[in-house]
Nanobody, 118 residues
Framework: QVQLAESGGGLVQAGESLTLSCAAS????????MGWHRQAPGKQRELVAV???????TYADSVKGRFTMSRDNGKDTVYLQMKSLKPEGTAVYYC????????????WGQGTQVTVSS
């Protein structure tokens, strides 16, 4: 069983920065992917960034150049540094991991609210 603990959300003004963190805990798992999705009010959940166990990072086009994802493998923790935040970045940000063995098996965090005021 994997538990994900997210932190770092909050209220900021447009142009400011926030850093989210997500720590995975539990036993008996191996992480293949770890990343962030977000869901804005009235919209579908969308990928923000994801990092593989090998360190390859993929970003959504909408955040490239402004968001930076990193991972502390020793702590099974990922960080999402968000700069130059825009009001359209207002959403609940969810951390997730893929710990599947024979196929994908996703576990999700409870989400952390990010609100960007204009």
């Amino acid at each position: 069983q994997v538990q994900l603990a997210e932190s770092g959300g909050g209220l900021v003004q447009a142009g400011e920065s926030l850093t989210l963190s997500c720590a995975a805990s539990g036993s008996g798992f191996s992480i293949k992917f770890m990343g962030w999705h977000r869901q804005a009010p009235g919209k579908q959940r969308e990928l923000v960034a994801v990092i593989t166990s090998g360190g390859t990072i993929t970003y959504a086009d909408s955040v490239k150049g402004r968001f930076t994802m990193s991972r502390d493998n020793g702590k099974d923790t990922v960080y999402l540094q968000m700069k130059s935040l825009k009001p359209e970045g207002t959403a609940v940000y969810y951390c997730y991991v893929d710990v599947g063995v024979d196929g994908p098996y996703y576990c999700w965090g409870q989400g952390t609210q990010v609100t960007v005021s204009s």
